[in-house]
């Protein structure tokens, strides 16, 4: 009997645990692919979708009238033909204007436009220079006008408006003074000796060397201002980051124990004081670098661009090259003659239209959203088909799912049974 009852007990011990049941679970990676096959990104609401619509084009919300409407749509579903009437009315506003005209301050670092509600700075002139310079009125006429957005790098028409009062800038007239002698007319004061001139317009050449869009500007020049030792690489910087999405960094040398170097460099005049004297900074010794060498071998080609313009726009233009390794590694050497061919030469470079295709992506879309491999190239390839002209992409981009999208996901049951 004890016999019988021990065999039982090793029995029962080793089917326990001696041979652990089958496993029929799926693998995590199984697992992981069936989850992401059954979950959903949430799509907005056609009334979420309004929302967003306006406060990306607008900076606004949109008003009772325009909910109820929306409402009346949805009744005879007809909600698309509505939102797209509102994509339509939205990107002809003024809003939307300086919405645009405020991202693109951003994008060259400059100080945005301080009222977008005013409709007159005539009376404010600190807030006029600002507002009524070549470069702000390109950035609205890019937008008004629904031009190529390449207009920005290779535009060669400005409008000239008269500095009221004081202005850090030299003023649009002195800038092209040089360049349009023939077209810009004598400038009137009144009896205070502020200047009267009506606003002008000038126009060159689609050929002209010397001119290219935002970059031909006082208010770049006065932004990226160049000196004898720096020689327009800080422009050359800007261009390569606004236009080609090259963001380069001075390289500084680490503070060493005694900080006196650091600052007789930065202050020459009072080198003296800091004890034994210390040899200048040449220009062989500026660049030389390792890591100064990274970036110089772009930014002198293309600095030469700007030698013979300093603080104004140089009747003369100067030969340069647009120099660069490109995304596949092969290295682009381009030579130029002018600004202008600089400007064009540029637009003509794959990573130029990705480039801008990001800017748009990241304020319409959202950085936060991954634009990469095959949708990257579909992207682009609207950008193309549009003729790269600013108001049709911007359309183009909030009719895309990923302006739809809620940035949420939910299993893809759950959902449906919501929507019923």
Request: negative net charge.
């Amino acid at each position: 009997m004890k016999l019988n009852l021990w065999l039982g007990l090793v029995l029962a011990v080793f089917f326990t645990t001696g041979c652990p049941p089958a496993q029929h679970e799926d693998s995590p990676k199984r697992n992981d692919d069936f989850q992401k096959a059954k979950t959903v990104i949430i799509p907005l609401s056609s009334y979420g979708y309004l929302r967003k619509l306006s406060l990306h084009l607008r900076g606004t919300l949109p008003s009772q009238n325009e909910y109820k409407v929306l409402a009346e749509a949805l009744s005879e579903n007809a909600q698309g033909f509505y939102l797209k009437q509102k994509v339509k009315e939205y990107l002809a506003t003024p809003n939307h204007v300086f919405k645009m005209e405020d991202r693109l301050s951003e994008l060259f670092s400059l100080l945005p436009e301080t009222d977008p509600w005013e409709t007159d700075s005539n009376d404010n002139p600190f807030r006029s220079s600002f507002k009524n310079n070549s470069l702000n009125i390109l950035f609205r006429d890019l937008v008004k006008k629904n031009k190529s957005w390449d207009e920005l790098l290779t535009g060669k028409q400005y409008s000239i408006h008269p500095l009221k009062g004081f202005s850090l800038s030299i003023g649009d007239r002195l800038f092209y003074a040089h360049v349009a002698a023939d077209q810009l007319v004598e400038p009137t004061y009144d009896e205070r000796g502020i200047e009267t001139t009506p606003p002008q317009h000038i126009e060159f050449n689609k050929q002209d060397l010397r001119v290219a869009g935002a970059v031909t500007t006082g208010r770049f020049f006065d932004r990226y201002v160049t000196t004898a030792l720096n020689k327009n690489r800080k422009r050359a910087a800007a261009i390569f980051k606004i236009f080609l999405c090259d963001d380069m960094r001075a390289s500084l040398p680490e503070p060493t124990e005694n900080l006196d170097p650091i600052y007789d460099l930065i202050f020459p005049e009072t080198e003296s004081q800091s004890g034994e004297p210390l040899p200048k900074l040449t220009e062989d010794v500026h660049g030389s670098h390792p890591d100064c060498k990274k970036c110089h071998y772009k930014l002198d080609p293309m600095g030469r661009n700007f030698e013979f313009s300093s603080a104004i726009l140089s009747r003369f233009p100067s030969s340069g090259a647009l120099t660069y390794q490109d995304k596949n590694g092969s290295m682009v050497d381009i030579s130029t003659k002018g600004l202008g061919d600089l400007a064009f030469s540029i637009t003509q470079q794959e990573e130029y239209a990705e480039c801008q295709v990001r800017h748009f992506w990241n304020w319409f879309i959202g950085s936060d959203v991954p634009l990469q491999g095959d949708r990257l190239r579909e992207v682009i390839t609207q950008f193309e088909k549009v003729e790269r002209k600013t108001n049709d992409f911007i359309s183009y981009l909030v009719s895309t799912d990923e302006f739809w999208s809620t940035g949420e996901t939910m299993e893809e049951d759950n959902l449906r049974q919501r929507s019923l």
